[in-house]
Every structure is written in C-alpha cells, then in structure tokens.
Nanobody, 128 residues
C-alpha cells in the first residue's frame, strides 16, 4: 500500500497548514487501522505528531509538542486523514509523514515500530 501526503509548504510563524494522507489503492480503507502523522527535522529523531484510531473508536492522540495546536481527523468518504496545524513555530519545520499502524488502536503510546506502511512525506517549513 502506498500512502500519499499533500499540503506541505512554506508558512510564516503563527500560520496554519492542513496536511492530507490518502492511500494510492482505493480498495485499501484507511478507516480500518490507526493512522499516524510523524515528523523529522534534519539531525533529529522522528517524533509522533498525532494519531487517530481506526474502526468505530476514532480516538485521537497528540504528541506533546503539537498538543493544542493540531487536530487529526478522518474523512471516510474520501478515504483520507487530515492533520490541521495552527500556531506554527519555526521548530515545527520538518518532513511530515503519515503511516498506517498494524493495529486498529493508537494506544497511549504509538511508536513508529507500530506502523507498517509509510508515505514519502511532505515538507513543512515555518519561516518568516
């Protein structure tokens, strides 16, 4: 399964962006499994941004650095997961990647090792 991210770009500090993640195969439902967004800045480790559980749960979880400044939602009709980010800071700059978990639930922690399918990422740059 290939995941395709979109929506990245250059934004000024304090600005907003909405990232989207969809599967290249229309027969693969993103709704079944947990979907996560991760980011990685140059020279830094990958960190979790947000995760939304699949199935009927749909619970959402956030990394501490983006909690209160982001919202992850699922569009079942379009088989897409969105990540809205606001109040962006220069330290939010990085490559943002979506991933599909092996599990239907995110759980209290959702390490990258839980995820089996990864997209190529979309670059987010926060700069004036």
């Amino acid at each position: 399964v290939q995941l395709v991210e979109s929506g990245g770009g250059l934004v000024q500090p304090g600005g907003s962006l909405t990232l989207s993640c969809t599967a290249s195969e229309s027969t693969f439902s993103l709704s079944t499994y947990a979907t996560g967004w991760f980011r990685q800045a140059p020279g830094k480790e990958r960190e979790g941004v947000a995760c939304i559980s699949g199935g009927s749960d749909g619970a959402d979880y956030y990394g501490e650095h983006m909690r209160g400044r982001s919202s992850i939602t699922r569009d079942h009709a379009k088989n897409t997961v969105h990540l809205q980010m606001f109040g962006l800071k220069p330290e939010d700059t990085g490559m943002y990647t979506c991933a599909i978990s092996r599990y239907s639930y995110c759980g209290s922690s959702w390490p990258p090792s839980d995820f089996r399918y990864w997209g190529q990422g979309t670059q987010v740059t926060v700069s004036s």
